[in-house]
């Protein structure tokens, strides 16, 4: 037995029937705005036969102030039609759904828009109307979706609830009363207020991949900081290293009189791994040891590297290493030879003769020219302020190793890109 | 018992453990070797241009193919993305630490990848740092790369001029440049190809092998 309360009212009464509804019942839906569905099994017992069990839920939502349309019937989606469209209380009787739904138009029911055009063709207005068609007819036109909304307008359509569940908020606020002036002492609240974090998402089966960490700062002011990871996290250890890195880059600027952390819940990452897959770092812990690395060598100097949709010689962008391809390949057929790349390029002094290089000099690179390949000319981005346009050549010099050196049109002068290794 | 007190060597042997070598595709490395060892630090020295790069970039590319993670700790900023996809590499499966000349943090993120733990393979390429900067490393931190290595499977390949791991390293190749080949007439020439012959150094017994790099 199933009792729909619908709120025809404003929809700034919801928090009151959602209060209303958590009182009598734990198990219940919020199927629509402004209508519940409770699962009265059971209640029987306590009050009654169904018009009993609805008079005293309309007893108990007047008592709350509440004029709500309440209805009772064998299945969910029934009582919230009833509900929906009759005011007062009403019970729907075991059985008889089809003839007090019957005459609801049937645009209450959530068809597609072809399908509302099909049916109107037809003719077919009311619940009664469609709930009369054959069967295989409905399957044959509209398959399976149609044979669920015929079950809809008999009022045959049995489901289970979908639970209503409060949105938690994992956050915790501290007002100190004295300032923090040390990461140590500030670090030892974080820490606790991490493991409650954690312990609440973990008794929720949840995890965090979103830290909002706010330090309100002596003076007024507010120091707010966001850490996201590549993976959620549920431990409370690698969190507290996090914060503590980002801390440690970032100092607050002045002493600290307030602590508030947010944890924004998702769902625990599940991985099912393979014996055969190649073994890749945790996520956590690499997240930990990249940032260390970071620490040390700047944040823009870590990472993975890809390559732009550009033709520009050198062009690359370093990205936040967080997801790799453990799916093995073929090995690559040849060896290619690499480029040493010299950032930013050498400007070089380089001698002509015929208009080919005979020798070179610049900054740790010195020599004749023994062997030439070239020239290559590339240009591109003539539209922008940066274009390129520059002969390139491969030379081999005397000190025995291969460079590419460019004639850079624009600066009208030469560099050394790099060498061959 | 007193056949090993009376040839200490024998007691070292006890520690030496069997090291997987996987082959990697590099068909003049592999025969070098048999592969790439895993647990163990793996050093290729040569001149410059002597095909040094160009092999690492293949050997990266072969674990990235295989489906491993892999780490490329860049001392002088000298990493091409683009000579790393045009050898095969799928980048997204490397990460790239930019040391922009700082040796000591290039060491300290070597250290804290190989602690960290999960890679398949570790590049430090050292080929461009000064000798005077090299020569002033500690051997413990060889020391302290090889205990961090050899229970894992991730295998630490160094790029450098001169053999810097000195004992710690388990195979020691050397590359040199058999010479470069040009192609096209006179005056319009391309650079087409570059043959690189590979030399074992440690252990002594391995075998030789060659490479040819191809310009793209």
Redesign the interface.
């Known amino acids: 037995m199933f009792a729909a309360l619908h709120n025809p009212g404003n929809a700034e009464a919801e928090p009151a029937l959602l209060a209303l509804a958590q009182e009598l019942t734990p198990l219940f839906e919020h199927t629509l705005p402004n209508t519940v569905v409770l699962d009265m099994e059971g209640f029987e017992r306590l009050l009654g036969p169904p018009a009993t069990m609805a008079a005293a839920l309309d007893a108990r939502a007047r008592e709350r102030a509440l004029m709500l349309h309440i209805a009772v019937a064998a299945n969910p989606d029934a009582a919230v039609q009833a509900s929906l469209r009759f005011p007062g209380v009403t019970v729907v009787p075991a059985g008889e759904e089809a003839r007090w739904l019957g005459p609801l138009e049937i645009e209450r029911l959530p068809l597609t828009p072809e399908m509302l055009e099909t049916l109107d063709r037809w003719g077919i207005r009311t619940f009664a109307e469609f709930a009369a068609l054959p069967v295989l007819g409905i399957a044959t036109r509209f398959g399976q979706d149609g044979v669920y909304l015929q079950k809809l307008a008999r009022g045959e359509q049995p489901r289970p609830l979908v639970p209503w569940r409060p949105e938690f908020v994992f956050a915790r606020r501290d007002e100190l009363e004295h300032a923090i002036e040390l990461l140590e002492p500030l670090l030892f609240v974080l820490g606790r207020q991490l493991s409650e974090i954690c312990a609440e998402l973990n008794s929720h089966g949840l995890a965090t991949h979103e830290i909002h960490v706010t330090l309100g700062l002596d003076g007024g002011a507010e120091d707010k900081r966001t850490l996201r990871l590549p993976v959620p996290v549920a431990a409370s250890a690698p969190l507290l290293k996090l914060v503590q890195l980002e801390l440690e880059a970032h100092r607050p600027p002045a002493a600290i009189l307030a602590i508030a952390l947010e944890a924004i819940p998702v769902a625990p990452r599940r991985l099912q791994t393979g014996l055969f897959v190649p073994q890749a770092p945790e996520p956590a812990k690499l997240e930990l040891t990249l940032r260390r690395i970071a620490k040390l060598v700047g944040e823009e100097n870590v990472g993975t590297p890809s390559i732009p949709d550009t033709h520009r010689p050198g062009a690359f962008r370093m990205e936040r290493a967080q997801r790799f391809e453990t799916s093995a390949a073929s090995p690559p057929q040849r060896l290619a030879l690499a480029l040493r790349v010299f950032r930013p390029p050498l400007r070089a002094d380089v001698q002509s003769a015929e208009g080919m290089p005979v020798a070179v000099r610049a900054p740790g690179v010195r020599g004749k020219v023994v062997r030439r390949a070239g020239p290559w000319r590339t240009s591109g981005d003539w539209w922008r302020s940066d274009a390129w346009h520059r002969d390139e050549w491969d030379l081999g010099l005397s000190d025995g190793a291969l460079y590419r050196v460019y004639w850079d049109e624009r600066e009208r002068a030469w560099f050394v890109e790099g060498r061959y290794d | 018992m007193a056949a090993a007190l009376a040839h200490p060597a024998s007691l070292l042997a006890l520690h030496q453990t069997a090291r997987t070598i996987s082959a990697?595709?590099?068909s003049?490395f592999d025969a070098v070797a048999g592969g790439l060892p895993e647990g163990a630090i793996t050093e290729v020295f040569g001149?410059?241009?002597?095909?040094?790069?160009?092999?690492?970039?293949?050997l990266l590319?072969?674990a990235t193919?295989?489906?491993?993670?892999c780490a490329w700790i860049d001392i002088d900023?000298?990493?091409?993305?683009?000579?790393?996809?045009?050898?095969?590499t799928?980048?997204?499966?490397?990460?790239?630490?930019?040391?922009?000349g700082?040796a000591g943090?290039g060491f300290?993120?070597a250290d804290?990848?190989l602690?960290?733990?999960?890679?398949?393979l570790i590049v430090m390429d050292l080929?461009?740092v000064p000798r005077r900067v090299l020569q002033a490393v500690p051997l413990s931190y060889w020391y302290r790369f090889r205990r961090a290595v050899e229970s894992t499977?991730t295998s630490f390949l160094v790029l450098s001029a001169e053999p810097q791991a000195r004992s710690t390293a388990t195979l020691l190749v050397e590359t040199r440049?058999a010479g470069?080949r040009?192609a096209?007439k006179p005056?319009f020439?391309?650079?087409r190809?570059?043959d690189v012959e590979l030399t074992a150094r440690k252990p002594v017994r391995a075998g030789n092998g060659s490479?040819?790099?191809?310009?793209?």
């Open positions: 990697t595709g590099v003049g001149a410059p241009s002597s095909g040094r790069t160009s092999l690492g970039l293949g590319a072969s193919q295989q489906g491993k993670v900023d000298r990493f091409s993305p683009a000579a790393a996809e045009e050898s095969g799928r980048l997204n499966n490397v990460v790239w630490v930019r040391c922009r700082n943090h300290k993120a804290l990848l602690h960290g733990g999960g890679f398949g080929c461009d499977p440049r470069a040009f096209g005056r020439e391309l650079l190809s570059m490479l040819v790099c191809s310009a793209a």
